[in-house]
């Protein structure tokens, strides 16, 4: 099939979050999804519900992006190395391969996807396989095919097997229509860009089929969130991610927004526990099936700033990229997760203040370990 290695080529090249690797046939006309199966118009799912004892079985798609690794890291020391399953369509570095069960999975292939699920007795699925903002407006038919077409095949395994459903959502589905300081849960949702499109259909997607078919179907829109230990993978924020590896490096970096550009963010430690919490947050306790998360908002002259207090010879210059700068212009400046905060209790841990002594600490010691080799 040449258009599937087309598109294993490019996701290749261009992913940062590796979702898909081929190309699947025609959907049927009755169903919005690829999927070979269509649910019947009296079928009721239920997902499972987890007692103290009960450990979940879980899968990550798109799990060598950004967030899937650390995901995975903190789901195994949470339920056992052997119940978090990490899977994409690359090869992974030796390191991922042996910290825990690692498989091939191609999101665009229903059968591979449905096979999986069965043969590990899979209970929770995370659905991490995505093409991010930036790179899907370079690449807008992958990423349709990767953000909508390979979400109607999870939908639909998820609902078929009784899955507890989390996809994460992003500040990109909101649009220059939306409120953006703050930005409430429930508003008008324009976005214009493939990212933020797809995001919204999949948060719809994920209610109709909560309410239509029981599934138990969670969803948190993500700030920007910064990690140290993986790579930017296309995405609007990533900025705030470069500068500190570049800091360190050079005590330079080139930013590609404008300094007075706000954006909600979010340290991945307090990203990956939001995750878990509204996962094992009790049903009745949710109030709506998507959130609004956030931790800190800030431009790139207030993370400079911070950190110059920590590398009073750091120089930043701008060359501003207008495609990324659109976009974040079109997203919102601060998040309210009041509901989140009241529904299951959350509450963020780092500040700007704490995350720049936290990414700089890092990246210091990693230098000085390469320095040293």
């Keep these: 099939m040449p258009l599937a290695r087309m598109l ?25 999804g690829t999927s070979p199966r269509q649910i019947p118009a009296d079928a009721s799912f239920h997902s499972a519900s987890f007692s ?19 995901l995975a890291n903190f789901l195994r020391k949470r339920f056992g190395k052997d119940s978090v399953i990490l899977s994409d369509i690359r090869k992974p ?29 899979i209970t929770w699925l995370f659905h991490y396989s995505a093409l991010l903002s930036a790179v899907g407006e370079a690449n ?14 999870v939908l639909d395994v998820a609902a078929e097997h009784n899955l507890r459903l989390f996809v994460p959502s992003t500040i990109g589905a909101f649009g ?18 493939i990212y933020g499109v797809s995001k919204v259909h999949a948060e719809l997607m994920g209610e109709y089929y909560h309410y239509r078919y029981g599934l138990d179907f969670r969803c948190l829109r993500y ?27 050079s005590g ?24 878990l919490e509204v996962m094992e947050a009790p049903a009745e306790s949710l109030s709506m ?38 976009i974040a212009d079109s997203w919102p400046m601060n998040f309210d997760d009041s509901n989140a905060r009241k529904d299951w209790g959350w509450k963020h841990d780092f500040d700007l203040p704490e995350l720049v002594t936290t990414m700089l600490n890092f990246y210091g010691s990693d230098t000085r370990i390469a320095q040293a080799n």
């Design 289 to 326: 099936r998507t959130y609004n998360v956030n931790a800190m908002s800030f431009t790139p002259e207030d993370l400079t700033q911070e950190v110059l207090k920590h590398i009073p010879e750091f120089q930043i210059t701008y060359n501003v990229d207008s495609v990324r700068q659109a």
């Design 176 to 193: 220059p229509t939306s409120p953006r300081n703050p930005t409430p849960d429930l508003c008008v949702q324009r976005p214009r860009t």
């Design 252 to 275: 330079k970096f080139e930013c590609n927004l404008k300094p007075s550009t706000r954006l909600p963010m979010m340290y991945i430690d307090d990203c990956l526990r939001a995750t």
């Design 140 to 153: 807008v038919s992958l990423a349709r095919a990767v953000n909508i077409t390979g979400l109607h095949n």
């Design 8 to 32: 294993r080529q490019v996701a290749g090249q261009m992913l940062g979050s590796p979702a898909c690797g081929c190309w699947m046939p025609a959907p049927p006309l009755r169903f919005l």
């Design 52 to 70: 103290g004892t009960d450990q979940p079985r879980v899968l990550i798609t798109g799990g060598l992006g950004q967030l899937g690794v650390g």
């Design 223 to 249: 700030p920007g969130i910064i990690s140290a230990d993986s790579q930017p993978g296309g995405g609007t924020t990533d900025y705030a991610v470069q500068i500190f590896h570049d800091a360190i490096k």
């Design 93 to 121: 570095p030796d390191h991922i391969f042996h910290s825990g069960p690692f498989i091939y999975s191609d999101i665009l292939d229903y059968k591979n996807l449905r096979e999986i699920v069965v043969n590990n007795r």
